[in-house]
């Protein structure tokens, strides 16, 4: 009786995790950030697995390098500018090499659907000297993701396996079968002072075995079945990979397509091989030019970005528009559906009762203050109306910009404002220099207990790991106080007139501060609802001031304003800016 075939729609994040335990990973690491979040979410669910959030990249990506010396196949997953964090230990992780395999997910975001840049992270694996793997579609995620740790161990090297939004989120007919693939040695944990311990001796060796391992990287991209030929009817061809591949086969089907799945280092032998009967060489792929560069550097006539942008998410009316400059496609082969219709724009906003519209309120009629802010849900108290934010770089940036900040101009106030998830992340150091430093600053430690904006993952204080575990949560308190920090307040929010009294107090002392806002998500662990609030018609004199807390839940019609109480938390805040007494009530009052 033959072993049963399991067919599922599944994401390409899914099938990651899948494709990481039936490739026997037993270990995993990494921080949220979409579009990678979901691939731990589902692979803790696995049995006889470690699946565990770190407080920031660099932190998960060294956990899983130290289980793979430890003997385990393991991973770290993190979107792309998360590698910018973790680049230390992989630029050296390259040096060292693995024991049982070793894979990091980086899961790069064209388009910037929710990321402050849009880099290209295929720039990583020539930079380290590593191998690159792209899959095209879910199944391919899966299929990649095994086949990675094979290449890791094979060439004692880390692998980096490159997703992007579209790929990890998209939804496609994944086909397999339950059993998982065992390494095929049993590994203990290595201790092997001149691989693993880079002093300058030993980098000085371990760097000549990584350019031979780089040639012979070069020479098995030639022969691996995952870069592979698609013979067509056309006398030109395309070169491409990743989610563009799909886009180049829908609009020519009948083209000759070199598919590339293992895409650094490039197989270079193999479309020369692919172009030497052929008119010309067209490289369709997202971001940068790549491929293009790195088979024009092997001598290979292609053209590329000349037809396509080098910014932005592909999606079929770009590429098909790219196909045209190029002359080898005519007609619109797409099928155009709503022909002149736009979709409504839907700016971000905060949710109803989230705990950070009253912080933005209140700092936004201050006027003589510089706000350096930071990556999280609270990023939107930078729009219309709260605008309560003049810089947002990367993550824990806010607190070391405000030290320079406050440090050498005497204009203005300096407010650095950071969530609990982003502190932990990279804002402890950053605290510390103020500290050390005698920065003249108030930093506000948004503690919503909660990483919110990628889907409400636990953080060091929140008190559970990745599995639901209890534990003692780390409380930024009692942190900042160990630091040094003599000036620390924690505050509910909610309660609007001592928060206001207590951020202005702050301002306007001399001095290093710390704010602590202890309100929870609104959404975490479930959505938070209380009594909602009302208008008056007759009390409500349409001044408009509620407007400026920028809440979902507020309309103004025949100017009144107007409370969704399915949307309202009963949080307050409008009723608290509201200059007339009674105007806003809890339902129950009105």
């Given at each position: 009786m033959g072993l049963k075939i399991i067919k599922k729609i599944l994401s390409g994040n899914q099938a990651i995790s899948i494709g990481a335990y039936k490739g026997n990973a037993r270990f995993a690491s990494g921080y949220p950030g979409t579009p990678s979040s979901e691939i731990l979410e589902h692979f803790k669910n696995y049995p006889n697995v470690i699946a565990q959030w770190a407080p920031n990249e660099k932190a998960g990506l060294e956990a899983a390098l130290g289980a793979s010396i430890a003997g385990v196949r393991?991973?770290?997953?993190?979107?792309?500018?998360g590698l910018n964090v973790a680049a230390d230990p992989l630029m050296t992780a390259s040096y060292t090499g693995v024991n049982a395999g070793f894979v990091v997910v980086s899961a790069d975001d064209p388009g910037m659907h929710s990321s402050q840049n849009e880099q290209d992270n295929r720039r990583y694996a020539k930079f380290a000297k590593v191998p690159l793997i792209e899959p095209s579609d879910p199944y391919e995620a899966m299929a990649f993701m095994q086949y990675a740790f094979v290449v890791s161990e094979k060439f004692d090297t880390p692998v980096i396996l490159r997703s992007t939004t579209r790929i990890s989120?998209?939804?496609?007919?994944?086909?397999?079968?339950?059993?998982?693939?065992d390494n095929e040695k049993e590994l203990s944990l290595a201790k092997d002072f001149k691989k693993y311990v880079m002093i300058p001796a030993n980098a000085i060796e371990r760097h000549r075995v990584v350019i031979d391992r780089l040639a012979k990287l070069k020479e098995f991209s030639n022969q691996t079945p995952i870069n592979k030929l698609e013979k067509g009817k056309t006398d030109f061809g395309i070169v491409t990979s990743s989610m563009a591949y799909n886009y180049v086969k829908e609009l020519i089907p009948d083209a000759n397509i070199f598919k590339v799945g293992f895409s650094y280092p490039?197989?270079?032998?193999?479309?020369?091989?692919?172009?030497?009967?052929?008119?010309?060489?067209?490289?369709?792929?997202?971001l940068e030019p790549f491929m293009e560069e790195e088979l024009k550097i092997a001598g290979i006539e292609v053209e590329g970005k000349k037809y396509f942008p080098e910014n932005g998410e592909f999606n079929l009316d770009i590429v098909e528009e790219g196909l045209k400059k190029a002359g080898v496609i005519?007609?619109?082969?797409?099928?155009?559906?709503?022909d002149g219709f736009e979709l409504p724009k839907r700016p971000p906003a905060l949710c109803p009762g989230c705990p950070h519209r009253p912080i933005f309120d209140i700092l936004h009629s201050r006027k003589d203050v510089f706000i350096t802010g930071d990556i999280g849900c609270y990023t939107l108290g930078c729009l219309p109306p709260l605008s309560a934010m003049h810089t947002t770089v990367c993550m824990g940036a806010s607190i070391s910009m405000g030290v320079g900040a406050s440090k050498v101009q005497k204009e203005d106030k300096v407010v650095a404002i950071i969530g609990d998830s982003t502190f932990f992340h990279t804002g402890i150091q950053p605290l510390i220099d103020a500290r050390i430093n005698g920065a003249?600053?108030?930093?506000?430690?948004?503690?919503?207990?909660?990483?919110?904006?990628?889907?409400?993952?636990p953080d060091p204080g929140s008190g559970f790991t990745l599995k639901g575990e209890e534990v003692n949560p780390i409380r930024i308190y009692e942190l900042a106080k160990a630091i040094g920090i003599e000036r620390v307040f924690?505050?509910?929010?909610?309660?609007?007139?001592?928060?206001?009294?207590?951020?202005?107090?702050?301002?306007?002392?001399d001095a290093l501060s710390v704010i602590i806002p202890t309100r929870p998500?609104?959404?975490?662990?479930?959505?938070?609802?209380?009594?909602?609030?009302?208008?008056?018609?007759?009390?409500?004199?349409?001044?408009?001031?509620c407007l400026r807390i920028a809440c979902p839940a507020i309309d103004f019609k025949n100017n009144k304003a107007i409370i969704d109480e399915f949307l309202c938390t009963g949080c307050e805040v409008c009723k608290n800016v509201c200059p007339v007494e009674g105007a806003i009530v809890h339902k129950e009052e009105k």
């Open positions: 393991s991973f770290a997953t993190m979107k792309h500018v989120h998209s939804l496609g007919v994944v086909q397999f079968d339950p059993r998982t693939l490039m197989p270079g032998d193999k479309i020369r091989e692919f172009a030497k009967d052929l008119n010309r060489v067209i490289v369709v792929e997202e005519r007609e619109r082969a797409t099928t155009v559906y709503f003249n600053l108030t930093v506000i430690i948004l503690d919503n207990r909660i990483t919110a904006m990628t889907g409400g993952q924690e505050i509910d929010q909610y309660d609007y007139k001592a928060t206001k009294e207590l951020i202005n107090r702050e301002i306007d002392t998500c609104v959404l975490a662990p479930k959505r938070i609802k209380d009594r909602p609030l009302v208008v008056i018609p007759d009390k409500c004199v349409g001044c408009k001031r």
